[in-house]
């Protein structure tokens, strides 16, 4: 376990695994700990550096009040500045409504990927009901990175939810995992999260001066990369992928 500090002094506890492959944020849902995720991230960790952390007032982590929507926006950045360069984000249920939002707000990201996402936090309660509640869908037109919105087809109104999530996306994917339930199994959700962020490789290395991700060199704006590299025809799904460094 590690930790960084937010902003506001929190301790936000964290675990990496994985080395050499391109970094990958895991946001956790409700009240689970970092530990819950690691199936998944332990499918990932093959091609990604995958860090999972515990949201603030969850297992390791700390907790100072006021708690506050912008708090989690703050320890996640905490966590992609530990990451490095301009991680892969995922995450699911109330989880997804705060990347998207992070991803709204500019913080650092390559690419966001999201499952079964809270629109209607109806099922939710505590900070993450009021995570729901404060989440605008008005303001995803603002988000510059491309996303994935996938979910499982068992729920015709999720299924609606986000098919209406990815239309307001300005650069969205969509798809559905026919027969997975809300928590899916983690090797079927690493293949289609791999195939999408993999897609994102030319991307990356479009970030970075030297064309490689994790070599010297500032980021640029993630915004004007992803216009430009869709303005060339951006490649989605498996690719190759330079050996790890």
Same mark, same amino acid.
């Given at each position: 376990m590690d930790t960084v500090i937010s902003r506001d002094g929190t301790a936000i506890a964290f675990d990496r695994r994985g080395y050499g492959g391109p970094p990958l944020v895991l946001v956790g849902d409700g009240a689970a700990h970092r530990r819950a995720r690691a199936p998944l991230a332990e499918a990932l960790a093959a091609r990604f550096t995958v860090y999972t952390y515990d949201r603030r007032g969850r297992g390791d982590s700390g907790d100072i009040l006021p708690w506050a929507p912008e708090r989690e926006f703050d320890d996640l950045? =905490?966590?992609?500045? =530990? #990451?490095?360069?301009l991680p892969y984000v995922v995450g699911g249920s109330v #989880?997804?409504?705060?990347?998207?939002?992070a991803a709204a707000r500019g913080l650092p990201i390559g690419r966001v990927a999201v499952w079964e996402p809270s629109l209607g936090g109806t099922e939710v309660a505590g900070y993450d009901a009021a995570m729901a509640r404060a989440f605008s869908a008005a303001a995803m037109v603002t988000v510059g990175a491309p996303v994935l919105v996938a979910d499982s087809g068992l729920d015709a109104g999720m299924t609606a939810d986000c098919t209406a999530l990815a239309a307001v996306l300005p650069d969205a994917e969509r798809r559905t995992l026919h027969g997975q339930p809300h928590d899916p199994d983690p090797a079927a959700l690493a293949e289609t999260l791999t195939a999408f962020y993999r897609g994102g490789e030319p991307e990356r290395a479009a970030l970075f001066e030297g064309g490689e991700p994790g070599r010297r060199g500032?980021?640029?704006?993630?915004?004007?990369?992803s216009r430009?590299? #869709?303005a060339r025809g951006r490649p989605y799904g498996p690719g190759p992928r330079s050996a790890p460094r």
């Open positions: 950045r =905490a966590v992609l500045e =530990a #990451a490095g360069g #989880a997804a409504l705060v990347v998207l939002a500032a980021p640029r704006s993630p915004i004007a990369v430009r590299v #869709a």
